[in-house]
Structure formats: C-alpha cells, structure tokens
C-alpha cells in the first residue's frame, strides 16, 4: 500500500473514529469470551465482568513525566530472526532476519478479516496515521514494573482506516515469534492502546519488538505483542489451541 494512499481528510478520520465508538457498544456485549465457565477461571471472570462494569469507558492510564522513566529488561523473544532463541519460528524467524538487515524497509503489516479495506502496511504508512505518544508502566506478571515512553498509531485509528465492520468483536495478533493473542473492542478501542514504532525518543529496539508492537496499556505487560506481522479483526473469540495463552496457564484477560 502506498503511503500516500493511508493519508486523510482530518473529517474523514474524526468521522471513522466516530463510528468505531458506535461499533464499540454494539460489538462488545456482557457475553463473556468462550474462555470462562471454568472452576479455575472463576477468578478471570470476576475480574474481567468488574472492570468492564465499573471502569469508565476509555479511563486512562496513569501518564509520567520524562524524569520517571527507568530502563527495562527486555524479555522473552528478544529476536524473533535468532536461530539460537527457543522461540525461533522455522516458519517466520529467516524472514524476519532478512527484514531486520534490511531495516525493515520492506516489513507490512497485514490487516484482514471483518474490515472494508483490507491491505498490508509499511511502517511509513502507521506513521502517516495520528500519533500518540505517552509516558506509561508497564507492569510483568513476573512481579517487576518499569516506565518507558512510547510512541505509535492508535489502533482505532488503524481500524478506521481499515474500515472495521460493524460485526467485529475481537482483533487477533500474529507475531514474528509465532505469538498469536487477542483483546476484545473495549481495549482495541481504547485511546492508549496503540501501535508502537518508537520507544523513549527512538526507532523501537529489536530486543522490545521492532518495527512495531502492541501496547495494551490497560492489561499486564504479556498482551502487549511484540514483532508484529499480522492483525485480524473477528467476530468469533479464538483461544488459538496450543499456541494461545488459556492452554498454557495464563489468563486470557489480564485487566490492571
């Protein structure tokens, strides 16, 4: 997709954005994903139906100065093109090493399923979209926190662009390293919830998922994929079988 094809009218984007909040209401229903039911995901339910209940819409996150940032440990896949790595994917780390020598000139970004205008994005297309830049915690399941700055396009704004249809309910995430998760609409909408390209005033490290990354700034540090190459927008939720996080142990739903 060519970059100047991403580019729109201020009133287009104000009035897609608009129609996503409305699709935002109709798409996310009281309805449970199919991940609960569970003796021992009573507590993912609890948590998941308080927060959706008693958090405003689009609460925000606390934002820090830039005097509050530390540094971060980078974990997990720290390159998803690294042979030696145990997360190596045969099916997609060669083709990220030759993006990442390249400097990812020739990455996209996919973005199929329920939207109207399906397409492949390079990083020059996510950085004609707005920006968002925020100062914000990301907090680990292991027990650590850090703060560091992000910079990147909204989802939603992604999504309008892509022209997301009214039957969506969830938006898939497939990486590099063969991650794959999900957030249903409230966090795919939310204003914080962005695509990251930059980190603390710079191109986003390899080690912290370079081109592009998920920040879900409102759930714990595990959602927020790193490496991504492909984004699908559904109506039916996908545990993802063996390689999703329900049937190994973690939540679904990490609400902060």
């Not at 662009?161 to 794959?180: C, Q, S, W």
């Not at 927008?233 to 990490?254: C, T």
Request: charged share 20%; aromatic share 10%; hydrophobic share 40%.
């Amino acid at each position: 997709m060519p970059s100047n094809d991403i580019l729109l009218p201020r009133r287009a984007l104000v009035g897609g954005l608009a129609s996503l909040g409305g699709l935002a209401l109709a798409g996310c229903s009281d309805e449970n994903p199919p991940t609960y039911g569970n003796l021992l995901r009573i507590a993912d339910d609890f948590t998941y139906r308080a927060q959706r209940l008693l958090l405003p819409r689009n609460a925000l996150v606390r934002q820090f100065d830039h005097a509050d940032i530390t540094s971060m440990p980078a974990i997990g896949t720290t390159d998803p093109g690294n042979a030696k790595e145990p997360a190596f994917s045969t099916d997609f780390g060669e083709a990220y090493d030759r993006l990442r020598k390249a400097a990812f000139a020739e990455w996209r970004l996919e973005v199929a399923g329920l939207v109207a205008r399906p397409g492949a994005y390079a990083l020059a297309d996510l950085k004609a979209l707005p920006a968002r830049t925020q100062i914000t915690r990301h907090t680990c399941e292991e027990g650590w926190s850090s703060i560091a700055q992000w910079t990147g396009a909204p989802l939603a704004a992604l999504l309008s662009h892509a022209g997301m249809l009214p039957t969506a309910r969830y938006v898939n995430f497939h990486a590099y390293d063969e991650t794959v998760d999900s957030i249903d609409l409230y966090d795919a909408l939310h204003p914080q919830t962005i695509l990251a390209y930059g980190m603390n005033g710079r191109d986003l490290p390899v080690a912290h998922g370079a081109p592009a990354r998920l920040r879900v700034e409102t759930q714990l540090g595990y959602k927020s994929v790193k490496f991504l190459r492909r984004i699908e927008v559904v109506e039916k939720f996908d545990d993802f079988g063996k390689k999703g996080n329900i049937q190994n142990g973690w939540s679904w739903y990490a609400g902060i």
